[in-house]
C-alpha cells in the first residue's frame, strides 16, 4: 500500500498523540512509525508519523485540525522524490558525490540542473545528463547577478536549493523567496569559524579537530538552523592546505546526510533551531 507522512508541529497539550493516532484509525489507516517531542522551552509539539492506506485528503486533514489546537501546522505528504536545484562554483566534491548518488538512484530527489557562475563544472555535470547553467556574475553587481540567478531558478520551480559550494552570499531579498528551502554546507564546524578560509583560521588556532555544518540559509551569515555536522581528528602537524583535503571528505559526508534527512521529511525548523526524527 502507499506510504505517506503526516507531520504535526503546534503549542503542545495533553492526549495530542491519541487524538492523532484516533483520527487515523477511523479511517483505517495503518501506522508504519511514529516519533513525536516536545520542545519544553517553548512548550511546542513535534510528530511524525509514517502511515499506509487510502484517504481522502481534504476530510482527512479537516478531522485532524478539529482535534489540535488552533496554531496547528498539518503537512500530509507521499513518500516522494523532491525536485532540486544545485548551485555551484568551481570545487567538485560535493557536487560530484551528488551526482553519483543521483545517478545510482541513491538521493531521493531530482536534480532538475545546476546552475554555477563559472563554467569549470559544466563537463562534469553535462556526463550525468543534468542541465547545466552559466550565469557569470563578471562585470554585474551583485543584484543585477542575483536578478538573472532568481530568475532561472524559478524557472524550475524547485523545492529546495543545495549550494554545493556555491561561494557566494545570497542577499536577503534572494533567500526571501525560499525561506526554509536553501540548504548550505559549511566547511567549518559552526558556530566556530564562519565567513570565508576556515581552515585557515582553524590552523591558526591550532584546533584538534576540523568538521563541516549543513544549515538552512538565512539572512545572517552562516547562523541559520543547523541540520547535521561531524568532525574529524587533526593535529599540530596537518597544515591548513592538508586539513582542507581532510575536510572535503566530512563535507560530502554531512551533505548527503542532510539532503537525506530534509528530503525524507524527518526535519522540522523552529525558530532557529531544527527538531530532526531519525
Given at each position: 500500500?502507499?506510504?505517506?507522512?503526516?507531520?504535526?508541529n503546534?503549542?503542545?497539550?495533553?492526549?495530542?498523540?491519541?487524538?492523532?493516532?484516533?483520527?487515523?484509525?477511523?479511517?483505517?489507516?495503518?501506522?508504519?512509525?511514529?516519533?513525536?517531542?516536545?520542545?519544553r522551552?517553548s512548550?511546542?509539539f513535534?510528530?511524525?508519523?509514517?502511515?499506509?492506506?487510502?484517504?481522502?485528503?481534504?476530510?482527512?486533514?479537516?478531522?485532524?485540525k478539529?482535534?489540535?489546537?488552533?496554531?496547528?501546522?498539518?503537512?500530509?505528504?507521499?513518500?516522494?522524490?523532491?525536485?532540486?536545484?544545485?548551485?555551484?562554483?568551481?570545487?567538485?566534491?560535493?557536487?560530484?558525490?551528488?551526482?553519483?548518488?543521483?545517478?545510482?538512484?541513491?538521493?531521493?530527489?531530482?536534480?532538475?540542473?545546476?546552475?554555477s557562475?563559472?563554467?569549470?563544472?559544466?563537463?562534469?555535470t553535462?556526463?550525468?545528463?543534468?542541465p547545466?547553467r552559466?550565469?557569470?556574475?563578471?562585470?554585474?553587481?551583485?543584484?543585477?547577478?542575483?536578478?538573472?540567478?532568481?530568475?532561472?531558478?524559478?524557472?524550475?520551480?524547485?523545492?529546495?536549493?543545495?549550494?554545493?559550494?556555491?561561494m557566494?552570499?545570497?542577499?536577503?531579498?534572494f533567500?526571501?523567496?525560499?525561506?526554509?528551502?536553501?540548504?548550505?554546507?559549511?566547511?567549518?564546524?559552526?558556530?566556530?569559524?564562519?565567513?570565508?578560509?576556515?581552515?585557515?583560521?582553524?590552523?591558526?588556532?591550532?584546533?584538534?579537530?576540523?568538521?563541516?555544518?549543513?544549515?538552512?540559509?538565512?539572512?545572517?551569515?552562516?547562523q541559520?538552523?543547523?541540520i547535521?555536522?561531524?568532525?574529524?581528528?587533526?593535529?599540530?602537524?596537518?597544515?591548513?592546505?592538508?586539513?582542507?583535503?581532510?575536510?572535503?571528505?566530512?563535507?560530502?559526508?554531512?551533505?548527503?546526510?542532510?539532503?537525506?534527512?530534509?528530503?525524507?521529511?524527518?526535519?522540522?525548523?523552529?525558530?532557529?533551531?531544527?527538531?530532526i526524527?531519525?
Amino acid at each position: 500500500m502507499t506510504s505517506h507522512i503526516l507531520l504535526i508541529n503546534c503549542p503542545d497539550q495533553r492526549g495530542l498523540v491519541y487524538n492523532v493516532t484516533r483520527v487515523l484509525y477511523k479511517h483505517d489507516l495503518n501506522v508504519i512509525s511514529n516519533g513525536e517531542f516536545v520542545e519544553r522551552n517553548s512548550n511546542h509539539f513535534f510528530m511524525r508519523t509514517e502511515f499506509s492506506g487510502d484517504f481522502e485528503r481534504e476530510e482527512l486533514s479537516d478531522e485532524l485540525k478539529a482535534v489540535l489546537p488552533e496554531a496547528a501546522e498539518i503537512k500530509l505528504t507521499g513518500k516522494r522524490k523532491k525536485d532540486i536545484v544545485l548551485l555551484a562554483t568551481k570545487e567538485h566534491h560535493c557536487l560530484s558525490d551528488l551526482l553519483i548518488r543521483h545517478a545510482f538512484d541513491e538521493l531521493n530527489a531530482n536534480i532538475l540542473a545546476v546552475i554555477s557562475n563559472y563554467t569549470t563544472l559544466e563537463e562534469l555535470t553535462k556526463k550525468f545528463d543534468i542541465p547545466f547553467r552559466h550565469i557569470s556574475h563578471e562585470g554585474k553587481s551583485r543584484e543585477e547577478h542575483e536578478a538573472e540567478l532568481l530568475v532561472a531558478v524559478q524557472q524550475y520551480n524547485p523545492e529546495f536549493i543545495v549550494l554545493a559550494k556555491y561561494m557566494r552570499i545570497l542577499s536577503e531579498n534572494f533567500v526571501s523567496h525560499f525561506t526554509n528551502r536553501i540548504i548550505n554546507i559549511h566547511h567549518s564546524f559552526l558556530p566556530a569559524f564562519v565567513g570565508a578560509n576556515p581552515y585557515a583560521q582553524a590552523y591558526e588556532r591550532g584546533v584538534k579537530i576540523i568538521g563541516a555544518t549543513t544549515h538552512f540559509v538565512n539572512n545572517e551569515l552562516d547562523q541559520g538552523p543547523i541540520i547535521a555536522q561531524s568532525v574529524i581528528p587533526t593535529d599540530h602537524t596537518h597544515n591548513a592546505k592538508e586539513m582542507a583535503q581532510a575536510g572535503r571528505d566530512v563535507e560530502k559526508m554531512v551533505l548527503a546526510k542532510s539532503l537525506k534527512l530534509v528530503l525524507n521529511e524527518q526535519v522540522f525548523v523552529h525558530r532557529n533551531r531544527t527538531i530532526i526524527f531519525t
